[in-house]
C-alpha cells in the first residue's frame, strides 16, 4: 500500500493501472482487521496503515466501512489521546478524511481534529526535533490535501518532498522526475498548438473586449485530465471553455441588449445539435 501510495503521489500511477486496481483488489479481500490489534496501551488500530487502506480504496471507488474510525473514540465520544503522538498516523487519518461522502458525520469530525492537532505539531517542530515526518509534509499537507490537490502541483511538491526522505528509493525517484518532464513536454506542445490556433481566429483584433485566457484553461484541463492519452480531450476542452470566454465576455462588455436577445435565440437553436458539434470535433480535432 505504501508503494502504491508513492507511486501516485509520484505521478506515475496512471502507468500502472491495472496493477494497482489487482493490488488493490487484494487488499480490499484481505478486510482491515490485518491492522486491528488490542494492545497494552488500549491503541487499538494502527493507525497509518489502516487510514492509508482506507482512502486508497476509496479513491479506487471501492466499499469500505466506516466502523474502524469509531475504534479511535473512547467511553465518552472523544478521540484518544495517544492519537496525537502518532504523527505519520495523524497525517494519514488527515488525508483520509477528506474522502468522505455526503452525510458521513464521522470523517467531518475527524477532518476537525487532525486539521487542529497538526496544526499543534507544528509548532512544536520550532522546539524539538524529534519528529517522525518533516513540518515541510505537514504544512503542504494542510495546505494541498491529496484529495483536492491538482495532480500535477501535487506531484511536483511530492518530488521535492520524497527526494528529501532518507528511505527513498533513487531508482523510483529518478523514473518519476524523467516522467513528469516528459509530461510536461506533452502539455507544452499541445499549448503551443491551442495558442497558435488562438491567434489564427485573431481574437485580439476581432475581439479586442475579450479575456485572454488561453494559459489558464489550459491549465484546467490538465487539472481533469494530465495523462498523455487524454490529448484530444484537453485540446477540445479547451477550445470549447475559450469560446464559451468569449461568449460571456461579448454579454457582459460588448453587445447591446436587443443584440444580446437575437445572440441568445441562436445559441438556444444550437443547443440540440451541441452534441453532434463535439462528435466531430472528435472526429477531426
Not at 478521540?79 to 497525517?91: I, P, Y
Not at 512544536?124 to 495532480?151: A, D, G, M, V
Not at 485573431?202 to 479575456?211: D, E, W
Not at 484541463?221 to 487524454?230: D, G, H, L, S
Amino acid at each position: 500500500m505504501q508503494l502504491i501510495d508513492t507511486v501516485q503521489r509520484l505521478g506515475v500511477g496512471y502507468l500502472f493501472e491495472r496493477e494497482v486496481e489487482e493490488a488493490l483488489a487484494k487488499v480490499h479481500a484481505f478486510g482491515e482487521d490485518l491492522f486491528i490489534n488490542v494492545d497494552e496501551d488500549n491503541n487499538t488500530v494502527n493507525l497509518y496503515h489502516t487510514t492509508l487502506r482506507f482512502r486508497l480504496l476509496r479513491q479506487q471507488g471501492l466499499p469500505v466501512s466506516l466502523d474502524v474510525f469509531m475504534k479511535l473514540k473512547d467511553s465518552e465520544g472523544r478521540f484518544k489521546e495517544w492519537l496525537s503522538s502518532d504523527e505519520q498516523g495523524l497525517l494519514s487519518l488527515y488525508e483520509a478524511a477528506h474522502v468522505a461522502l455526503n452525510g458521513e458525520d464521522i470523517l467531518d469530525e475527524i477532518l476537525s481534529f487532525a486539521t487542529r492537532t497538526l496544526k499543534r505539531v507544528l509548532v512544536t517542530h520550532n522546539k524539538t526535533t524529534n519528529h517522525s515526518i518533516s513540518k515541510k509534509q505537514i504544512e503542504f499537507s494542510l495546505r494541498f490535501p491529496i484529495w483536492k490537490c491538482i495532480p500535477r502541483l501535487m506531484t511536483r511538491n511530492y518530488i521535492d518532498l520524497y527526494s528529501e526522505d532518507p528511505s527513498h528509493d533513487p531508482k523510483l525517484l529518478t523514473f518519476a522526475k524523467l516522467d513528469f518532464n516528459r509530461v510536461q513536454k506533452f502539455h507544452q506542445q499541445e499549448l503551443h498548438e491551442i495558442t497558435k490556433w488562438w491567434s489564427i481566429v485573431q481574437v485580439a483584433t476581432n475581439f479586442p473586449y475579450a479575456r485572454d485566457r488561453v494559459v489558464e484553461c489550459y491549465f484546467g484541463m490538465t487539472a481533469i485530465y494530465f495523462e498523455p492519452k487524454y490529448r484530444r480531450a484537453r485540446m477540445i476542452l479547451s477550445k470549447i471553455c475559450l469560446t464559451m470566454i468569449l461568449v460571456d465576455d461579448t454579454y457582459d462588455n460588448y453587445a447591446t441588449y436587443e443584440e444580446l436577445q437575437i445572440l441568445t435565440k441562436a445559441i438556444e437553436r444550437f443547443l440540440p445539435c451541441t452534441h453532434i458539434y463535439i462528435y466531430h470535433l472528435l472526429e477531426y480535432s
